[in-house]
């Protein structure tokens, strides 16, 4: 009889994370005989694509790297045993407030599969499988077969488990109609991809370039197309090379997004989650047919936002408070949206201090200048205050704002999943990125290689070139021979290129309306369109319902990944079984291209 085998799409963060919880639970779970571990990625394990060795030197991590871990604390809620381990700062040896290069964190998600991969039982054996896989069949109640790239026999699974992580996607019909314009007119059409493998050889120096997108893609292509092309920044400034591209952004904000923190807490933090935690998740899916995301739960978020922001007010700033905090908690608990404004009026005196969630997410929404030299200064004024309130521990209420959100992020998976609304905020206001990059954002801006457009940028097709215009400077347009797209394919199965989820969807897997692969919250296990829970199949990622995050976290914040990974790994270790039986030692086998 053959050995019990599990097979796990992607080796990157999530799979490493899975791998380090089959590691965890095995001896709890798993009794008796060996099992294989088939792990099948083309790219390198534990840093996967994102990851990876070969990419610029100059991209660096969005978090601090004391703020980056792949290994689960005290906070993670979850059935498994806690194996703690490293951040990547006390595993790299630097200051913990630095920005990492990517190259590094790559360097420390290859330790940790390695680590996970020795800490397997005895009998446990990893084979690394560089390629594809390109479908996975097989009867639904018996072993599975996952079919590789450069394979002619396919892997036999008594489970699966899918950690794609972000996958291509095909353009969808606007994204076509501008390809095919820039094809007959000579243009350049640059669609939704990961910068650090776009090849931007056909910007040119000197020439203006659109771009839609004011996240960390845009922060990527910056870097490549200014310091990646032999800029400089120095303490006056930037000095051009003279091969930049003069760069217009703007997007539907039309402000980057905001910094990361450059402080840390001290003092009592909120007591979080308080207004939508576990209770409510429960209370929400009991409801017949489920919750309506922007009805029942939205006005649970910006509750537990709002009362994050003021907890902290009244305990570590109380001179610009009114009043107690206990007083304004009791009120603030049982008070609908038009009485906690009400509230908030008599306690906050200064307008500035009041949480405003509409003003955070669209701080341009309104604001209307003369002309484009007239926004460039404002947007430059924007930018300079946001670094500022970002780095001044008198606005530690934006931190606890923070946490708020990380504690929401963790709900929102048990509840399956959030709207394209909510990840957009999360990013804006989360998940920014490093206050050097926007120092670095301004200098370009002073030195003419950027431009700022504005809100609600809209790109038209039109005399043989692309022009972009804005509401925010209305009636201003700018023409290029160029438009590059600057954010990451839409997950969504519908038009993935990935051929295997594509094939699942195709036969039979139910995806979301925003085109997510459908889950089981509790454990990951992929759901068909009736609503069953697939008993060998599991998935996990950006381009499930749950979502989650990368694979890795923030220490002591509980860590919805972490979860996910350890549910899923215990319900495919119990799946499998294990007969009693001698176990040879664990070794890592690597199976050629």
């Known amino acids: 009889m053959s050995r019990p085998s599990l097979v796990v799409v992607g080796a990157g963060p999530r799979g490493t994370g899975v791998l380090e919880r089959v590691a965890a639970n095995a001896p709890l779970l798993y009794p008796g005989r060996g099992l294989d571990i088939h792990f099948v990625d083309p790219y390198p394990p534990g840093a996967g694509r ?52 990517r190259r590094t964190q790559g360097a420390y998600l290859r330790w940790a599969y390695e680590r996970a991969v020795a800490s397997l039982p005895e009998g446990f054996v990893v084979h690394r499988h560089a390629c594809r896989a390109v479908r996975v069949d097989g009867p639904r109640e018996g072993r599975q077969r996952v079919w590789l790239t450069r394979r002619p026999l396919p892997l036999h699974a008594d489970a699966v488990i899918l950690a794609l992580g972000h996958l291509d996607a095909e353009p969808d019909a606007g994204q076509r109609e501008l390809a095919a314009y820039a094809r007959t007119h000579g243009l350049v059409h640059l669609p939704p991809d990961f910068t650090a493998d776009s090849d931007l050889s056909a910007l040119r120096p000197g020439e203006p370039v659109l771009v839609r997108g004011f996240g960390l893609a845009f922060v990527d292509l910056m870097v490549l197309l200014t310091e990646g092309r032999g800029g400089r920044h120095h303490a006056g400034g930037y000095r051009p090379s003279g091969r930049e591209p003069v760069l217009y952004v703007g997007s539907r904000r039309g402000v980057p997004y905001h910094s990361k923190i450059g402080y840390r807490l001290v003092g009592e933090r909120p007591p979080l989650p308080r207004f939508f935690g576990p209770a409510q998740v429960e209370e929400l899916l009991a409801r017949p047919g489920g919750p309506d995301f922007r009805r029942d739960v939205w006005p649970l978020i910006e509750k537990e936002l709002g009362f994050a922001h003021y907890h902290r007010l009244f305990t570590a700033h109380p001179e610009r408070a009114a009043g107690g905090l206990a007083a304004f908690e009791a009120r603030y608990a049982t008070a609908g949206a038009a009485e906690r404004a009400a509230l908030v009026a008599a306690a906050v005196p200064d307008p500035a201090d009041r949480f405003d969630l509409a003003a955070l997410d669209r701080p341009l929404r309104g604001v209307r200048y003369g002309t484009p030299e007239e926004l460039q200064a404002g947007m430059r004024r924007y930018v300079g205050a946001d670094l500022a309130r970002r780095h001044d521990p008198a606005h530690s209420t934006d931190l606890a704002v923070f946490l708020a959100l990380l504690s929401v992020y963790g709900q929102l998976q048990r509840l399956g999943g959030a709207d394209a609304g909510w990840h957009g905020l999360f990013n804006h206001l989360a998940s920014g ?60 199965v519908e038009r993935t290129r990935d051929p295997l989820l594509r094939a699942l969807y195709a036969e039979g897997a139910a995806a979301t309306a925003e085109g997510l692969l459908a889950v089981d919250p509790a454990d990951g296990r992929l759901l068909d369109r009736s609503g069953r829970p697939h008993p060998r199949r599991f998935a996990l990622g950006p381009y499930t319902e749950a979502r ?14 972490f979860r996910q990974n350890d549910a899923a790994a215990r319900a495919a270790l119990t799946l499998l079984g294990a007969p009693d039986g001698a176990r040879p030692h664990p070794r890592l086998e690597e199976t050629p291209r």
């Open 50 to 101: 994102v990851w990876r060795q070969r990419q610029s030197p100059l991209l660096w991590m969005n978090s601090h790297a004391e703020d980056v871990t792949l290994f689960t604390d005290e906070t993670v809620e979850m059935d498994g045993p806690v194996r703690p381990g490293p951040t990547l700062h006390e595993w790299a040896g630097l200051d913990g407030r630095v920005f990492a290069g």
């Open 548 to 561: 989650g995050s990368s694979g890795f976290h923030r220490p002591r914040t509980g860590g919805p990944a």
């Open 433 to 492: 990125p490093p206050g050097p990059r926007l120092r670095q954002m301004l200098a370009l801006s002073r030195a003419g290689v950027l431009r700022f457009l504005g809100a609600d940028m809209t790109v038209t097709a039109v005399d043989g070139v692309f022009r972009a215009a804005s509401a925010t400077v209305p009636g201003a347009t700018v023409d290029a021979r160029a438009l590059v797209e600057a954010r990451l394919p839409d997950p969504t």
